[in-house]
């Protein structure tokens, strides 16, 4: 059994920045991939950025030079550096991890979301 849960979200003003962060535990032998996805009420969940092993990554278009996403591997952990926020970056922020439990055991774990508001 794996569990991810995330932490970090809030409200902001706009220019203003945010940390998430996201943890998994369980029984993990590796986690390949992560990404951070977000959702807004009556829209598709959305790829935000996804860090791949060792540490390449890849943003979507209207967060890249603003958002960061970091991982720590001896943490089983996942980080998503928000600056410059924007009242449009308001969404719940999603964690996924690419993550293998056993030798033919692989699949994705979701967190449960976390708000972040960006709002005066």
């Known amino acids: 059994q794996v569990q991810v849960v995330e932490s970090g979200g809030g409200l902001v003003q706009p220019g203003g920045s945010l940390r998430l962060s996201c943890v998994a535990s369980g029984n993990i032998l590796v986690t390949n991939n992560w990404a951070w996805f977000r959702q807004t009420p009556g829209q598709e969940r959305d790829l935000v950025a996804e860090i791949f092993r060792p540490t390449s990554t890849e943003y979507k278009e209207s967060v890249k030079g603003r958002f960061t996403i970091s991982r720590d591997d001896a943490k089983n952990a996942v980080y998503l550096e928000m600056n410059n926020l924007k009242p449009e970056d308001t969404a719940v922020y999603y964690c996924?991890?690419?993550?293998?439990?056993?030798?033919?055991?692989?699949?994705?774990?979701w967190g449960k979301g976390t708000q972040v508001t960006v709002a005066r």
């Open positions: 996924r991890g690419d993550i293998l439990t056993g030798p033919l055991e692989r699949q994705y774990y």
